[in-house]
RNA sequence: GGAGGCGUGGCAGAGCGGUCGAAUGCAGCAACCUGCUAAGUUGUUGACUGGGAAACCGGUCCGAAGGUUCGAAUCCUUCCGCCUCCGCCA
């Protein structure tokens, strides 16, 4: 949510900002009205309040009487005003950052760079989920049998290769010199303070959701009514809402965290896209960072956590592009998107795997999750979160990137200590 | 799932219908004092919010939301969280 006093004061932006961001159809006009009349109903609810506080020193019970009602009437209509404003406000985007690219749709991405060879193969490569059938380590028919469509069983050597996927995600958010290395590379100076490492839940209250401002739209969500919770899409769902409600002072800032979680999606309004293999998947594991800073180290943060998605892909040693996402493609609370495709042989084509998130204040507003300044000033904390792998996605690049002619697939180098072994082999049951 | 207890300011911990935004201790801040090992004395210190240049004045906040009452941190209801015991369980 933003800023109802920086709505007011920048008028203009956030008219762009709902036009570019194709969200449309939102009363501004009305918001601001209500933002009026909501002033002067919070000033009527406290004059009673004060006559009642008199009422009460005076013991004057008669009085008392009334303004108990008047109160009542007063805080009834605060209450409405407040309601129809906030439905309004909610539905306001972030503002996207003055580098964000004005576009309709992903058409007006930007490739903003490139890394890696695309690889000669001396033969047709194959895509993942042939490769996947032929070795056995993929399985969607009796995944689908037995829990639907978009569900598989990875198995063997791929099993160990997602683990392995995760333990070295983990090593590198932890590891001071690899974190140092990322931050060089990219000609980045800033604290390079490390990753807390975190299993979060993977079910959350409905309302944190809303909070997070991920919970729209609920089709895209598994919502158990029963218990009012949601399963998240995202480790971020669960990481973001760690301070909730807390007033951080600045000088513990930055607070780095990566997650591993599976994260759910019902992927409704995709059917019949992306049916082949595990690119959608309603399931899928997923190691995500997630980060507190002050305002101003809000985008130099960001930039901090794609340095280190693409210090991770050059230790895979896999092919990708950085994409400058537009305003129409970009998320609802994002303030700027930067997403990393990976090229896909087998497909012949990039694919997104990975996406990072400055959302600035507008998350952390409704968490209530702020900094403490040395003045005493307090303000909304900036919050980052990005991927560092979804895992199946990585999977995918690894099997098409890395496949043999006879079928196998090589593992890459950086993996190797955690797979156990150089190819990947052929699951005999 | 059953029984009981608890939730108060940065922390600890009183208060249990009006004199309570809330004792006291610790921590913090300021001044003074002091050669001695996380010393003493005094004063001061909550958050949010409306008005004001400021001094200051007003409002809200005792887990959350409702209710009873002229009046609630204190009574009632629901919810959330924590603790103890029993049951069940990876």
């Known amino acids: 949510m933003l800023d109802l006093q920086f709505i007011r004061e920048n008028e203009t932006i956030v008219r762009a900002a709902i ?21 002067k109903a919070a000033g009527a609810v406290t004059e009673i309040n004060r006559q009642r506080n008199e ?65 000669e193969f001396g033969f047709t490569p194959k895509a993942h989920w042939d ?27 791929l099993a160990m290769l997602q683990f392995a996927l995760i333990q070295f995600a983990m090593k590198v958010l932890t590891s001071p010199d690899d974190l140092q290395a990322a931050a060089t590379e990219a000609g980045l100076e800033l604290n390079t303070k490390a990753f807390i ?20 739209p609920i089709d895209e969500r598994y919502y158990f009514e029963k218990d009012d919770v949601v399963f ?13 409600d807390e007033t951080i002072a600045e000088e513990r800032l930055p607070i780095r965290y990566v997650g591993y979680s599976t994260a759910f999606r019902r992927e409704a309004g995709s059917y019949g896209k992306d049916t082949k293999g595990i690119l959608r998947q309603h399931q899928f594991d997923k190691i ?12 130099a943060e960001q930039d901090f956590m794609v340095a280190l998605q693409e210090y991770c892909m050059r230790k895979l040693g896999l092919p990708y592009q950085v994409m400058l996402i537009c305003t129409g493609d970009m998320g609802f ?59 199946g996605r990585t999977l995918i690049a690894i099997l098409e990137n890395y496949q043999n002619e006879d079928g196998t697939v090589t593992v890459p180098e950086a993996l190797r200590p955690w797979v156990g072994k150089n190819v990947i082999e052929k699951v005999v049951i």
């Open 19 to 39: 036009q570019n961001k194709n969200r449309q159809g939102i009363d501004l006009e009305r918001a601001l009205e209500l933002a009026e009349e909501r002033k």
């Open 55 to 119: 009422a009460q020193k005076n013991r004057d019970a008669e009085a008392g009487k009334r303004l108990k009602d008047e109160l009542k009437a007063a805080e009834e209509v605060y209450q409405t005003i407040e309601k129809e404003l906030v439905s309004i406000l909610v539905k306001i985007p972030n503002i996207p950052s003055a580098d964000t690219p004005i576009g309709p749709d992903e058409s007006g991405n930007k490739v903003i760079r490139q890394w890696g060879e695309k690889r």
């Open 131 to 157: 490769i996947g059938r032929d070795l056995g380590i993929i399985d969607s028919e009796k995944a689908a049998e037995v829990s639907g469509a978009r569900y598989t069983y990875l198995k063997g050597d």
């Open 197 to 216: 490492p975190v299993v979060p839940p993977v079910m959350m209250r409905s309302q944190v959701m809303n909070r997070m401002a991920r919970l729209d």
């Open 232 to 244: 998240v899409g995202s480790a971020e769902h669960t990481l973001g809402p760690l301070h909730m």
């Open 288 to 299: 995500e960072m997630e980060s507190f800073t002050k305002p101003e180290d809000g985008i």
């Open 333 to 391: 609370p994002d303030q700027r998107q930067i997403d990393i495709e990976t090229w896909m042989p087998g497909q012949n084509t990039y694919r997104e795997t990975h996406s990072a998130d400055y959302v600035g204040g507008f998350q952390a507003r409704r968490l209530n999750t702020k900094v403490k300044r040395s003045s005493g000033e307090s303000e909304p904390v900036h919050m980052n979160d990005a991927t560092v792998f979804a895992v």
